[in-house]
């Protein structure tokens, strides 16, 4: 027969399941729809990567997923808080990704407007 699981671990699993799911429902999903708001309504001139975002919000959440599962998982106490807390900062990087994202693609749109603009500057000076 096995031992029962130490009530710290459930805590620490259930405390980071917790954080993980405010860190989204605060953090991730209003970052996630004004950059995409922001993109929409600019036709285009603030690119939304959206499967360079997609991607990385899938492998944090299976990552996170698999942290918080090895959590609930361990028999000590100290592991599963370990565990638990990589899984509310891999959380919270998945939530830094979006602004980043957008923010290289649009440094990398400002580097094509320059010689655009210089093109169209000179044309109509002559």
């Known amino acids: 027969m096995t031992r029962p699981r130490p009530r710290g671990v459930l805590i620490a699993a259930a405390v980071g399941a917790l954080l993980v799911t405010l860190v989204a429902a605060a953090l991730y999903a209003p970052i996630v729809a004004f950059l995409a708001g922001v993109a929409a309504t600019t036709a285009g001139v603030v690119p939304f990567p959206a499967l ?19 959590a ?43 010689p655009l603009i210089a093109d169209l500057w000179s044309r109509w000076t002559g």
């Open 52 to 70: 360079t975002v997609v991607g990385a919000t899938a492998l944090g959440a299976v990552v996170v997923l698999v942290l918080l599962v090895l």
């Open 72 to 114: 609930i998982t361990r028999r000590r106490t100290p592991t599963a808080w370990v565990l638990a807390v990589c899984a509310v900062l891999v959380a919270l990087a998945v939530a830094v990704v979006p602004p980043v994202v957008v923010v290289t693609a649009s440094a990398e749109r400002a580097s094509e407007v320059g």
